[in-house]
Every structure is written in structure tokens, then in C-alpha cells.
């Protein structure tokens, strides 16, 4: 079944961004793709972004910040393959949407939070 992601509804309310943050901040040791989720959040900011990417970057990062998912993120070791592969999946398909811009912005960030 082909799915057309031009018809998603516009995103009306983009996960809380302290929660990101914070969770961010918790478990930035833990994640080897946390540069592609901060770059993903820059991009799904980004008013520049069309609505469709937004609604889907969101989606992958909401997922992220779940407190109940496919493998619980305390499991040491496996927590986070399940938010990995969300992240990769829709990287792999949306990505291109993701410009240096975006990229710069993550690292200088993931920076601020690893010196914090």
C-alpha cells in the first residue's frame, strides 16, 4: 500500500519541547544517533520545511518521547534500537530535507548539552 505523504494533515501541536530536551540531556550517552534526532527537530522547526516532512519528523521524534514503546529505553545495551530504526527509516525516506543548516545547528547544540 503506497501511503501519500502530501495529503498528512499540517502538524497542529509539535511534541513539547522541554521534554525533548530534557530526555535529550538524560540519555544523550546512550544514543549514537542523537546528532540525526537533534537535526531532525531543527528541520521539523523550520517553517521552510513543507508541512509533510514536519508532520513526519515530529512523528519520529513524539516516538522518541514516548514513555511506553516497542523496547523500553532502560534496557541497557537495546533501549533505543526501536527509536534508531524510527529515526532511520524516516531519515532514509526525508533526509534530503535536512540541510547543513540544520545539521550545524544540532551539533553546536549537542555541544552546549555535553558541556553542560
Same mark, same amino acid.
Given at each position: 500500500?503506497?501511503?501519500?505523504?502530501?495529503?498528512?494533515?499540517?502538524?497542529?501541536?509539535?511534541?513539547?519541547?522541554?521534554?525533548?530536551?530534557?530526555? &535529550?540531556?538524560?540519555?544523550? !550517552?546512550?544514543?549514537?544517533?542523537?546528532? =540525526? +534526532? $537533534? %537535526?531532525?527537530?531543527?528541520?521539523?522547526?523550520?517553517?521552510?520545511?513543507?508541512?509533510?516532512?514536519?508532520?513526519? &519528523?515530529?512523528?519520529?521524534? !513524539?516516538?522518541?518521547?514516548?514513555?511506553? =514503546? +516497542? $523496547? %523500553?529505553?532502560?534496557?541497557?545495551?537495546?533501549?533505543?534500537?526501536?527509536?534508531?530504526?524510527?529515526?532511520?527509516?524516516?531519515?532514509?525516506?526525508?533526509?534530503?530535507?535536512?540541510?547543513?543548516?540544520?545539521?550545524? %545547528?544540532?551539533?553546536?547544540?549537542?555541544?552546549?548539552?555535553?558541556?553542560?
Amino acid at each position: 500500500m503506497k501511503v501519500d505523504l502530501t495529503t498528512l494533515p499540517a502538524v497542529r501541536q509539535p511534541p513539547d519541547e522541554r521534554k525533548f530536551w530534557r530526555k &535529550l540531556t538524560r540519555v544523550l !550517552a546512550a544514543i549514537p544517533f542523537a546528532e =540525526d +534526532l $537533534v %537535526a531532525a527537530w531543527f528541520c521539523a522547526r523550520d517553517p521552510a520545511t513543507p508541512g509533510y516532512v514536519r508532520t513526519v &519528523l515530529f512523528g519520529a521524534i !513524539a516516538y522518541f518521547l514516548m514513555p511506553v =514503546d +516497542l $523496547v %523500553a529505553d532502560y534496557l541497557v545495551g537495546v533501549g533505543f534500537t526501536d527509536d534508531a530504526a524510527v529515526i532511520a527509516m524516516v531519515l532514509s525516506t526525508l533526509g534530503r530535507h535536512i540541510e547543513p543548516r540544520h545539521r550545524s %545547528a544540532a551539533q553546536q547544540r549537542l555541544a552546549q548539552l555535553r558541556d553542560a
